[in-house]
Structure formats: C-alpha cells, structure tokens
C-alpha cells in the first residue's frame, strides 16, 4: 500500500493521492492574460497522475506582476480568459485545481528569467514598484515605494477581488504565495522589512500584514475549500527570516484555518547561500509539521517516486509538490503509479499506453462528472 497514492482531505476537498504539481511562472500572459499556452500547459499537467495542479503565481495587480509575461486575475478579461481553460480541464480531468495568488511587490517590473531577469528601468516599460519600505532586492536597482495605510488597504483588498474571482472560476483551492522574496515574504523579511509603524520590527509586526491578508481571503473563499501558504522557511541570510520565525508564522496560519504549508525556501536576497542537494528542503516541512502540526507539503528536488513515497510513508509532510521534474516527465504522477502499486486516473484515449507488465495502472475513470 503506497502512502503517496493514498487520500487526503482538506476540508471538503477530497484528493486521491499526495502529489500536487507545483505552481510554476510561464511568463506567457499578455496584459495578464492567460492564452493557448497556458491552455496547453495546464491541461498537460491536469493528465500528469497529481491529485492537484496548482496554476502558477497569479497576480492580484498588474503592478504586482514579476514580469510583463506574469498571468494576473485582477479584472473581468483576466477572469474570462482563464474560463476556457479551466473548463476544459474539467471536460477531461478531475484533477483538483489550486491557484496561487500573488504579489510581487519590489521584485516586479523584471524581464522574463530567459530575457536576463534583470529589472526593467521605467523608461523602458518598467513600472514602479512597491513593498514594505523602499528598500531595492539588488544594489542599483529603483527602490519600490513603501505601501502606506491606503495601499496596504488597496492590495488587501486584491488580493480579496482575486480569491472571488478565483472561486467564480469554480477552482478547487487558494495557495497564498508568501515565499521567494516576494510582497508577502517581504513583510516577514527583516532583510526586506524596515518599516517602524505596526507591521515592521517585532515578528508579531513583521508577520501582521501576511496574517491580515490570510484572514481577508479565508474571510470570502467558500468554507469548504482549502488553502495553504507558500513560504520561504529561511532566507539563507544571517539575521534574516528563518525557521524559528517560520514555526511561529505557521502557528497563526493554522489557527487561522491554513489547510497546507508549502515548505520552501530563499528568494528574499541576493546574498542568499542555498545548499542544494534532493530533497533539501524536507527537513523544513518535517520542523514545522512537528512543531506546530499543521499539513504540511515538501518541495524541492523531489524527483523520485521512491523518495516522495519515503517522505510521505516516514510522516516528514503529507504531500509532495513537484515542478521541474514534472515538466521533465509530464505522466510523473503515473510513473510513480506503476513503480510504487498505485493508481491514477487517465483519458480513455490513452488507456493503450498501459504496460503489458502493469496491470492496474489506470483507475475507475468517469470523465465530464463534474
Ligand atoms: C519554471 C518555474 C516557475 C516557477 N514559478 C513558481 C511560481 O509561480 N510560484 C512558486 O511558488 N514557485 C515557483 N517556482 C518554484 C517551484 O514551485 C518549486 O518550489 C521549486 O522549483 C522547487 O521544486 P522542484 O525542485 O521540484 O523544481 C517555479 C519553478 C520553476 C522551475
């Protein structure tokens, strides 16, 4: 019996197996628009085997996008160009489908990583961007105006328009992305944070802006849907954000009705020093499901099958997420299937692909239920 094809629910959300593809950027939208790439790519990873495919960071502003390319949900032609697609993903998939909703805040206005990542000045297309104070991520770079009262208020209030629109587009689950440096994990950062009013200083006033955010989309996503934070457990930075602090954060998360935390890491600085090797970032989920017990979903260099059963079966977190090697390996989810015993669901039009040596691959299918 493989601990990562079993079920878990989260609230009324009932998933057949651990393995969530992760959130992953495309830098493809126009205008924040989601077009026939995203089409293509979202309705690939619906049929990878996950019991969940998170659609990628999803931006609440166009200011908060990283890059002009960034997908967005900020108005009524964001909202209806995601609708096709999401429809279609229903017609053949009953992967549950999460949306991470976003805010670059001072990492905005930057190329797209294959255009150099760098940021884009105002007088070539940049924007202006904004953080908790104006503090540039980079040396050089145009620093982001501190928000005051009404922004904060503004980009709240986003992120609330965002999670509506969200579930109008019948999506299954929230992931707050308050990890890699990004507008969220911006506030919690003393890297980032050198604000002296109530959301700067102590942890309780670092965390407060992240939690009031937490509480306005819990507050208007229907009760029986689930979401989870993204955060970056460490900054990798001497004095920056780190694991104690996170154990506390993810405390008032769950008190709050958190369903997951994603654990991650980094993002937040450029001095950051990751050392990388799979898995590395497992022990964090394991630390924060320890301490505070709340779900947790490891990510990072899982690439295996038998290392996701093994982080899943040892009780380290309750799910995996997967992004680059499901983008290597789109039927990851049905590969780690036929090596651990377990099933998963696929379109009768690929019914014939089935191993001669397997005999259960594929699950009881009925499609177009929804
Ligand atoms: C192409 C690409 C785009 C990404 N975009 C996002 C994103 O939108 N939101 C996010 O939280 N992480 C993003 N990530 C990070 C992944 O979700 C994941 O945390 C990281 O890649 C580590 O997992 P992996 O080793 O399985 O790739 C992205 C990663 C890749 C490779």
Sequence with gaps: MSALFSPIKLR???????????PMCQYSAVNGEANDWHFTHINTFALSGAAMFCIE????EAIGRITPGCLGLWNDATEAALKPIIASVRKHSRTAVAMQLAHAGRKGSSH???DGGQQIPLAEGGWQTEGPSAVPHKEGELPPLALDAPGLARVRAAFVAAA????????DALEMHSAHGYLLHQFLSPIANKRTDQYGGSLQNRMRYPLEVFDAIREVFPADKPIGVKLSTTDWVEGGWDLAQSIEYAKELKKRGADWIDASSGGVSPLQKIPLSPGYQVPFAKSLKEAVGVNTMAVGLITEAKQAEEIVASGKADMVALARGMLYDPRWGWHAAAELGGQVEA???YWRSQPSTQKALFG???FGTR
């Design 112 to 114: 797209v990583p294959w």
């Design 347 to 349: 379109p009768p039009q």
């Design 364 to 366: 009881e299918t009925r």
């Design 57 to 60: 960071a999803t931006h609440v």
């Design 12 to 22: 009324g959300l009932a998933l057949p197996n651990r393995i969530m593809v992760a």
């Design 164 to 171: 509506k629109r969200a579930n109008r587009l019948g999506l």
